[in-house]
């Protein structure tokens, strides 16, 4: 679940709200809403060959304060500056399975993120979080550039590549084993395409393609049978 929160998490054009909008807060008295279904398919986990189909539901909603729900992450926007964008995430992981076999159940996850729009056209973002108590997969911090445009009207198309940088705790509970302990540091590289097309005011359609590749340690492991993955997606989205 935390793996979908990140931008090199399932699926590009499935990013929260938030790593979207390249605007400031929302007039006064507005909110902005929007619900979708998402079909997917993306390997199993960080370095396996299987993969697997899945659809999902959307939401988010985005209110003039600042604050905003995509999902399970509440977070919220806590400067009024259009080019610069940034502040507090939290969200809930539903549960995960260690490399020991063990399994953690729900609990919150803390972060923060920080956008930068230098051009009108360009994006640079920044996500940290980490799970909180001592029993889970570590910090890991997210860095990506992306750019969006129109194609002709109504079709925009956006892409963009990052990494991916993981602590010990995070790497050994994806690709650790009883002999290999792998240390933190570089955990992937990535890159995403993602075409969006408005079919009217409400309805919008996104199609999106991310290609990642384990770096370091993680491409190391013995758990790692793959090194690169290819994540795929077809969203349908209304909005309020």
Do not use: C
Not at 122 to 129: C, E, Q
């Amino acid at each position: 679940m935390v793996k979908y929160l990140i931008a090199a998490g399932a699926l590009a054009a499935a990013l929260p709200a938030w790593a979207q909008s390249a605007g400031g807060l929302l007039p006064e008295g507005s909110k902005d809403i929007s619900i979708g279904a998402l079909m997917g398919s993306a390997p199993d986990r960080p370095g396996s060959a299987k993969r697997s189909i899945y659809m999902a539901p959307q939401f988010s909603v985005q209110w003039d304060n600042g604050l905003f729900l995509d999902g399970l992450m509440l977070g919220m926007k806590m400067s009024k500056q259009p080019l610069l964008e940034y502040g507090p995430l939290m969200t809930l992981d539903l549960g995960i399975r260690r490399a020991d076999g063990r399994r953690i159940l729900l609990r919150p996850v803390f972060g923060a993120f920080v956008d930068y729009h230098p051009l009108s056209e360009l994006s640079l973002h920044a996500h940290a979080y980490a799970p909180a108590g001592n029993d889970g997969r570590g910090a890991l911090l997210n860095l990506q550039a992306g750019t969006q445009s129109m194609l002709v009207p109504h079709h925009f198309l956006a892409v963009g590549a990052g990494v991916n940088l993981a602590d010990r705790a995070y790497m050994q509970s994806d690709f650790g084993t009883a002999r290999y302990q792998p240390g933190g540091g570089l955990h992937d590289s990535y890159a995403y395409l993602r075409w969006s097309w408005e079919l009217n005011r409400k309805y919008t359609l996104v199609t999106s393609v991310q290609v990642s590749r384990l770096q370091g340690d993680a491409a190391a492991s013995p758990r790692t049978v793959q090194r690169t993955g290819v994540t795929n997606s077809l969203m349908l989205r209304y909005s309020y």
